[in-house]
Nanobody, 125 residues
Framework: QLQLVESGGGLVQPGDSLRLSCVAS????????MAWFRQAPGKEREFVAA????????RYVHSVKGRFTISRDNAKYTLYLQMNNLTPEDTAAYYC??????????????????WGQGTQVTVSS
């Protein structure tokens, strides 16, 4: 089964930027719709952004539109999340996830079968 490993999290100040990466273990990555989710302490895991297998389509949660950009490099089996103008409300553990049988973008966690271990993003002054 495909494995996903996230990296790029850290402690930053409000207004800063970060780029998260999610490296997949195999070629199957290129066929999967992929997404980023996040989970803050005491809250449910929430959808952040998703991208189609060929990167033609993407979707974002309203709160990150215009600040975050999801992208992928299928040649490198890597998913990215560029996060700009970060705010304390973006503080969370960020997870990448693969929808192995998706043909359209979905936002519910139950549609994603493979998950990474997460990377922590903390935005604080």
């Amino acid at each position: 089964q495909l494995q996903l490993v996230e990296s790029g999290g850290g402690l930053v100040q409000p207004g800063d930027s970060l780029r998260l990466s999610c490296v997949a273990s195999g070629r199957a990555f290129t066929s999967y719709y992929m997404a980023w989710f996040r989970q803050a302490p005491g809250k449910e895991r929430e959808f952040v952004a998703a991208i189609s297998d060929g990167a033609r389509f993407s979707r974002y949660v309203h709160s990150v539109k215009g600040r975050f950009t999801i992208s992928r490099d299928n040649a490198k089996y890597t998913l990215y999340l560029q996060m700009n103008n970060l705010t304390p409300e973006d503080t969370a553990a960020y997870y990448c996830a693969a929808d192995t049988d998706g043909t359209y973008i979905r936002e519910d966690t139950s549609s994603y079968e493979i998950w990474g271990q997460g990377t922590q993003v903390t935005v604080s002054s």
